[in-house]
């Protein structure tokens, strides 16, 4: 499975980028898509995730706030972001895996990250 992540960059508070991230490969392995997002010094976390069926997860520092929508034709996955704080700047990646138990359960492949900085 191949990631390409994108939309990343240096937003200003409050503002609203789409992150997306296009797939190829064997991706009909796992039923869900699902982005992480890493910040300097802290581990890796997942912030949404969404199955074909959009069936969805999120972090609950992110509910309310992001939403993750897929077009399946398209093999892409997308990450609204709105209302950003600097807390949310990180890299953000994209990951095929699993939604099982209302729990996302990463795959083993994770594109190159698209780096978003929320700063005024």
């Known amino acids: 499975v191949q990631l390409q992540a994108s939309g990343g960059g240096l937003v200003q508070p409050g503002g609203s980028p789409r992150l997306s991230c296009e797939t190829s490969?064997?991706?009909?392995?796992?039923?869900?898509m699902g982005w992480y997002r890493q910040a300097p010094g802290k581990q890796r976390e997942l912030v949404a995730g969404a199955t074909s069926d959009i069936k969805t997860v999120y972090a609950d520092s992110v509910k309310g706030r992001f939403t993750v929508s897929r077009d399946s034709a398209e093999n892409t996955v997308y990450l609204q972001m709105n209302n950003l704080k600097p807390e949310d700047s990180a890299v953000y990646y994209c990951n095929a895996g699993r939604i099982l138990g209302g729990n996302y359960f990463p795959g083993s492949s994770w594109g190159q990250g698209t780096l978003v900085t929320v700063s005024s």
């Open positions: 490969g064997m991706i009909f392995k796992f039923n869900a």
